[in-house]
């Protein structure tokens, strides 16, 4: 089965539609910051004391709490993205020397920039992959204005030469999402080539109802702990 074919059983849209009426031009220009600045500040006071217990949980193996990364975002510049560390801390070395010499990790990782049996993981960051609350401090981000609270999965700056190879362009003229059409419908669609075609449908579709589709959905896929 071919990766656009995923992505469409997953979607359950063609990326043949485009929204390019009247009202989703303004939604996309003006209406979603609007929007994510409003349910950002609204959420913030939920959320601060959530990511509080969590900040607490992560710092007992006497390693940092937050995880601050180098991504791309709108018109390819670079931000740099939170996240609760879910990995060990000296994460690159671990897969560096994994990859050097597991061949089998090696293709792995070249093909789907993930490992299902990752070492690195801490046991308090399988929970929190699992459930997705490791994204909860980018909500920050959205207030700075590096990222939307509904876009594309942000990635990072040595994936910029795979995502144009595998035909992504549509990412770089939106804001990348803390959830988004990848982070609902295609986590079990881990090949990176996949998660290009949810980049480009969702960038043909944007549109209030459409993000507030994505967020009802968000919250199924935590309460099922989905994540990986």
Not at 186 to 203: K, L
């Amino acid at each position: 089965m071919s990766d656009i074919q995923l992505f469409e059983d997953h979607a359950g849209f063609s990326v043949s539609h485009d929204d390019t009426g009247a009202g989703a031009r303004l939604y996309r220009t003006w209406t979603k910051r609007f929007c994510d600045l409003v349910i950002s500040a609204v959420l913030l006071p939920v959320i601060a004391p959530v990511v509080a217990v969590l900040w607490a949980l992560v710092r007992l193996d006497g390693g940092p709490a937050i995880y601050a990364q180098r991504r791309v975002g709108r018109n390819g510049t670079s931000f740099v993205c939170y996240k609760l560390r879910t990995m060990v801390v000296d994460a690159d070395r671990v897969l560096a020397e994994l990859i050097a010499s597991d061949p089998a990790a090696k293709e792995e990782w070249d093909r789907y920039q993930k490992l299902a049996d990752d070492p690195r993981i801490t046991p308090v960051g399988r929970f929190l992959r699992r459930t997705s609350l490791d994204e909860l401090p980018q909500i920050l981000n959205v207030l700075k204005g590096d990222m939307s609270l509904v876009g594309p999965r942000p990635f990072t700056e040595c994936q910029t030469e795979i995502y144009l190879s595998c035909g992504g362009r549509s990412y770089f003229d939106m804001r990348p999402g803390i959830t988004g059409e990848w982070q609902v419908n295609g986590r079990h669609c881990t090949r990176f080539s996949t998660r290009v075609q949810f980049d480009e449908a969702y960038g043909k579709t944007i549109s209030f109802l459409n993000d507030i589709r994505l967020l009802i959905g968000t919250v199924g896929c935590v309460l099922r702990m989905t994540g990986r």
